[in-house]
């Protein structure tokens, strides 16, 4: 539109320049200045929405044509056709000038600076023009940065702050429950050179530490699972020596805190401090692991000499035999041993009778003790009652004989009937015993006294 009207504008300023040089009526020259006057119009009207000033040089270059012909009416035509010409293509292509109106930037600037935002990226193109605004990078996303400078901003301008979003709440991330081992167990390893022990295990060897974790938590090596970190534990040795020499320590031969992650942790080679190669003896090892949260395990180690070491002379001790035990005894008075009749004296023997098949001579039956007594009753004619004769506590295996028992009353010139009682009473509770009567008319019955 507006370049269709220049283009009329200098069509009719070429004709008016020709018709002034060529001397042409006023008529024609006034007409063509009325249609000069309704181009005009016309580019006023394309113009309506631009600022005036873009239209005052048009109007001071139409006026400048309108007296040029006359003005300098002497020109040649050609002259005066280029001159106009090119003003009329100056006015027709003239840049409108810029204008600055200062409230309107404020009122932009305020606009920007209270309008509502979102924190991230939620108002991502509102935010970019805010953070250019501000000076800031234009990414769109609206955080810390952007809030500290949009503050400052309204601030400066006294515009209210509380459009301006606040940062969300960060919810903390919970620290993983440490995982606790469950349980451990103490194992050894004794001294081996290839497949070989070249220490015995009264002089030397290594406790060792297993670490039972819960199924499925443990992977080794790996720190980052919760409870796999480096954790601590104490573990002790103490020792005891035993038979054949006396009963020494308990020593306490090595403590030491260990760090632990895997399912095993060894400790240091311990030795015997009195080991003697020479004179061996029994040891009693102790081994005790406490976890840094209170799980304890422990082991208790022996090493039996005789067991061991089976052709050592230390070794050999006397097997405890079987305990046989008599089953029953019996009283005997021998006393066709002496030649003197029973009213005199008598000698008891007891006899013991053992289990069928054992061997009471042998000295598995052991020394035992029997205790048996010899008491007499004196009758008619001397009737003297009950006279203790003795009491006496002998070993036993077979057969065993007390000592002679007197009459202390015998008189060879008056005599009387005589009864002895003898009994006897075994360690292990078996008891015995027998009445033995001297009848004077049966035993002498020549005698008067009958």
């Not at 810390?144 to 919810?171: C, K, M, Q």
């Not at 080794?220 to 954790?231: K, T």
């Amino acid at each position: 539109m507006v370049k269709g009207v220049a283009t009329s504008i200098i069509t009719v300023a070429v004709l008016m320049g020709s018709l002034v040089a060529c001397s042409g009526s006023d008529s024609e020259v006034a007409e063509l200045r009325e249609e000069l006057e309704d181009v005009k119009e016309q580019l006023e009207d394309s113009l309506e929405p631009e600022e005036t000033s873009e239209q005052e040089p048009v109007e001071s270059e139409q006026q400048g044509e309108d007296t040029s012909p006359t003005e300098n009416s002497e020109d040649s035509p050609t002259e005066t056709e280029e001159s106009q010409s090119a003003e009329t293509n100056e006015a027709a292509t003239v840049e409108p000038a810029p204008t600055t109106d200062s409230s309107t930037n404020e009122v932009s600037l305020e606009a920007i600076l209270t309008d509502t935002y979102r924190w991230g990226s939620a108002t991502a193109d509102q935010t970019k023009i805010l953070q250019e605004a501000l000076g800031l990078t234009s990414d769109g996303s609206y955080g810390p940065a952007t809030r500290t400078a949009h503050i400052t901003a309204l601030e400066s301008e006294n515009l209210p702050t509380n459009n301006v979003p606040e940062a969300p709440a960060i919810t903390p991330i919970p620290e993983p429950e440490p995982i606790m081992p469950e349980s451990c167990s103490v194992e050894i390893e004794p001294l081996f050179l290839g497949e070989a022990e070249i220490a015995p295990f009264d002089q030397t060897f290594r406790p060792y530490a297993s670490i039972d974790w819960p199924p499925g938590f443990y992977m080794p090596g790996d720190l980052d699972l919760p409870g796999g970190e480096m954790r601590t534990l104490t573990m002790s040795v103490e020792m005891t020596s035993g038979w054949p020499s006396e009963p020494l320590g308990p020593f306490s031969i090595w403590s030491e805190t260990l760090e632990y992650e895997s399912p095993g942790v060894a400790g240091i080679w311990v030795n015997n401090p009195i080991y003697d190669e020479n004179s061996r003896t029994d040891v009693s090892w102790y081994i005790e692991v406490e976890l840094d949260h209170g799980v304890t395990c422990s082991r208790t180690l022996t090493f039996d000499l005789c067991t061991e070491v089976p052709s050592d002379d230390n070794c050999y001790e006397e097997p405890t035999p079987e305990l046989i035990l008599p089953v029953s005894c019996s009283i005997t008075i021998g006393e066709e041993q002496y030649d003197t009749p029973l009213d005199q004296n008598i000698h008891p023997q007891i006899n013991i009778e053992w289990p069928e098949g054992s061997d009471p001579s042998d000295w598995v039956a052991e020394q035992r003790s029997l205790t048996y007594s010899v008491e007499m009753t004196s009758g008619w004619p001397n009737n003297q009652g009950t006279i203790p004769i003795w009491t006496l506590t002998t070993n036993y295996v077979v057969t065993v004989g007390g000592n002679v028992a007197h009459n202390p009353i015998y008189d060879a010139n008056s005599r009387s009937d005589i009864s002895w009682h003898v009994e006897a009473q075994l360690d292990t509770g078996v008891t015995c015993n027998g009445t033995f009567i001297f009848d004077l008319c049966v035993e002498v019955p020549s005698d008067d006294n009958c």
